[in-house]
C-alpha cells in the first residue's frame, strides 16, 4: 500500500466515514485514490469510447462519480438522484412510461438507459446538439422545462454539502489534486460522466454466442431471430446495427459525420406539426418541418429490461413495439391523436411494414431477448456505494 492510500485511510477514520459506511469502502476508497488512470476492459468487438482531452478516466474519478450519482442530497428537496430514474436493475432505466422529477412533475418523456451511453453520438431522445456527458448532466441538475432534480438556484448549498460531507473532502482534493478549490459544478459533472462513461454492457448471452464463439449460448429460436433482424424486409439492422445496435454511436477515432434521428410512424396527427406537443423530436431544435417527429434509435442492448418503449413509452411490450413496426406505423382512432402514423409524410422510409408468422414474432422477440446482460445489472462496481437505498442508508 503506498503512502497516499495509507493516508487516506487514516484520515478516513479519523473522520469516522468508516463507521457510516463500512472498512472496505474505506479500503476501496484508499485503492481508488492510488490506482490512476482507469483501465478499460472492453472485449471483442468494442472500440474505446470518446473521452474528451479536459476529461481524463481516472479511477479515483469513477469511484467519486459512483458516490454523487447516488447521493440524493444533489436534488434540490433531498429526494432524488441520478439513480432515481435510472436504476441499475432496469439497464439503468426507471420503469415508467414518463419520468417523474424531484417535485413529482411529470416529464414528457421516458428516462433513457445509460447503458453504454460512453458510445452515444446522441445523449437525448431528441436534442442533436447534445454530445457531451459533462455538459448533459447539467441538464436534469439545472433545468426547469421540466424539473428533474431542481438544484436551480441551490448550486452553491449543494456544493456546501459537498464540502461539509467527510468522504468527499477526501475524494474531491484526490481526484481533482491540481485544483485550488475543488468543489465546483464542473468538477461534480467531470466526475459523474466518467462514472457513466465506464458502464459498459458486454456480457448477454448473446455477446457469448456473436463474440465468443459460443454456439449454445443462445437457443435456436434467438438464433432464427437473429437472421430475421437482420434481414429484408425488416431491415431492424438499419437503425439499430453494430456492436451498440444504435445508429447513433460513436467513440474514439470514428470519423463524425452526421447524426441520424428517425421518424417512425408513431403518431400523424392532423396539422403541420403530426406528433403531440411537446414531443415534436429534433424539430424543437431545427424548427424544420421535415424533422417533425424525428427521434433517436436507442441502443437494443438489455430491451428486455427496459420497458415501456419508444420515446413517450406508448409501447408497453415488445409485442406492441413488433406490432407498430410490422404495420409501418401506428394507426390511432378515436382519441385527440387520431391519424395513421403510416402516412406520415416525416416518415422513414425504412419504416415500410412487414408479416410476421407467431414463431417467427417469439423468433424475434427470443433474439431480442439474447441482448439481456445480466452481469451488468448485478455488477458491484456500478452499484450503491453508499449502501442500501441511497447516502442516507450511510447515516442510520
Known sequence: MNKLCLLVLVVIATLGVVGTLSFAAAQTASARVGAGEYQWKLPKGFPKPRVPADNPMMSAKVYLGA???????????????????????????????????????????????????????????????????????????????????????????????????????????????????????????????????????????????????????????????????????????????????????????????????????????????????????????????????????????NVALTAPYMHDGSAKTLDDVLDHYSAGGRTMLGSAYTGEGSHNPNKDPLIRGFKLSAQERADLIAFLESLTDKEVIHDQSFANPWGSGSWKAAEK
Not at 106 to 134: C, D, I, K, Q
Not at 160 to 172: A, E, G, K, T
Not at 195 to 224: L, N, P, V
Request: net charge negative.
Open 67 to 301: 458516490f454523487l450519482f447516488y447521493d440524493q442530497r444533489m436534488s434540490g428537496n433531498g429526494t432524488e438522484s441520478c439513480a432515481t430514474c435510472h436504476r441499475q436493475e432496469l439497464a439503468f432505466t426507471d420503469g415508467k412510461a414518463q419520468a417523474v422529477g424531484s417535485t413529482g412533475q411529470l416529464h414528457p418523456r421516458g428516462a433513457m438507459s445509460l447503458v453504454n451511453v460512453a458510445y452515444g453520438a446522441a445523449l437525448t431522445w431528441s436534442n442533436p446538439n447534445e454530445h457531451s456527458l459533462e455538459h448533459q448532466a447539467l441538464t436534469p441538475m439545472f433545468g426547469d422545462h421540466p424539473v428533474e432534480l431542481g438544484l436551480t438556484g441551490k448550486g452553491e448549498a449543494f456544493l456546501d454539502v459537498l464540502r461539509s460531507d467527510s468522504l468527499y473532502r477526501i475524494l474531491f482534493p484526490a481526484t481533482f489534486p491540481g485544483d485550488p478549490d475543488p468543489f465546483t459544478i464542473q468538477n461534480v459533472t467531470k466526475a459523474i460522466a466518467t462514472f457513466e462513461r465506464t458502464i459498459i454492457s458486454d456480457g448477454s448471452s448473446y455477446d457469448r454466442y456473436h463474440y465468443g464463439g459460443d454456439d449454445k449460448a443462445i437457443s435456436d429460436s434467438a438464433k432464427r431471430g437473429e437472421a430475421l433482424f437482420f434481414s429484408e424486409p425488416l431491415s431492424c439492422f438499419r437503425c439499430h446495427g453494430g456492436f451498440n445496435f444504435s445508429d447513433t454511436t460513436d467513440f474514439d477515432g470514428r470519423r463524425t459525420g452526421q447524426i441520424q434521428f428517425h421518424n417512425t410512424g408513431l403518431y400523424n396527427i392532423a396539422g403541420l406539426i403530426s406528433y403531440p406537443l411537446p414531443n415534436v423530436g429534433i424539430y424543437e431544435y431545427t424548427k424544420k418541418l421535415e424533422d417533425v417527429g424525428k427521434f433517436k434509435a436507442p441502443t437494443l442492448r
